[in-house]
């Protein structure tokens, strides 16, 4: 925190969710959660112009994760997910 006062220096969180890469090559990813490396670069570069602190690639990630956030741990825990 104090670099980002004294510097100027704007931190973003990029939640990209999964991404087509390399890494994920041959994985069976559903389509309309999966964003292309192009996405994730043109949101990062959209949020640092815009000033945004958090950012998900694919907006239907910030659901998935409200939902997610909102199951009571024990539930969670008993959960395969």
């Not at 973003?12 to 087509?20: A, E, H």
């Not at 996405?39 to 640092?48: D, L, Q």
Request: proline fraction near 7%; include cysteine; charge should be positive.
């Amino acid at each position: 925190m104090r670099l980002a006062v004294r510097k100027c220096v704007h931190v973003v969180t990029v939640l990209p969710g999964f991404v087509d890469t390399q890494m994920t090559e041959g994985m069976d990813l559903p389509e309309r959660l999966t964003a292309q490396p192009s996405e994730v670069a043109a949101a990062t570069a959209r949020a640092v112009e815009r000033g945004r602190n958090v950012i998900y690639v694919k907006p239907i990630w910030q659901l998935i994760m409200a939902i997610i956030r909102n199951i009571p741990e024990p539930v969670f825990k008993k959960l395969s997910i």
